[in-house]
């Protein structure tokens, strides 16, 4: 069955960087679009950044450009999030998921396929 797995959340201080990695299998991992969102509590879920199935194109929530990057190693079946500069407002749970398309889809509503997500707490 299709699993996708976050990992590398933790509690960091305000500038730090981290690596997000999702890895996926139970599909064909290069026929997915990939997408990163978050969720704070007691907030809706937001769109971060995502990429397109061969890797050639991404894109980016308003307060993830500049200093998130999207990444994605078709040979690993895996998906990174890159982040730089974390802000205290970065704190969320962020869930990878997975769409069938060439597009990239910025909704939640349009993801087929999600992970359990992974805890970032930036403290200040």
């Known amino acids: 069955q299709v699993q996708l797995v976050e990992s590398g959340g933790g509690l960091v201080q305000a500038g730090s960087s981290l690596r997000l990695s999702c890895a996926a299998s139970?599909?064909?991992?290069?026929?997915?679009?990939m997408g990163w969102f978050r969720q704070a509590p007691g907030k809706e879920r937001e769109f971060v950044a995502g990429?397109?199935?061969?890797?050639?194109?991404?894109q980016y929530g308003d307060f993830a450009k500049g200093r998130f990057t999207v990444s994605r190693d078709n040979a690993k079946n895996t998906v990174y999030l890159r982040m730089n500069s974390l802000k205290p407002e970065d704190t969320a749970v962020y869930y990878c998921?997975?769409?069938?398309?060439?597009?990239?889809?910025?909704?939640?509503?349009?993801?087929?396929?999600w992970g359990q997500g992974t805890q970032v707490t930036v403290s200040s």
């Open positions: 998921a997975a769409k069938h398309t060439i597009v990239i889809p910025t909704t939640a509503t349009e993801y087929d396929y």
């Open positions: 139970g599909y064909t991992f290069n026929w997915y679009g």
């Open positions: 990429i397109s199935r061969n890797g050639d194109g991404t």
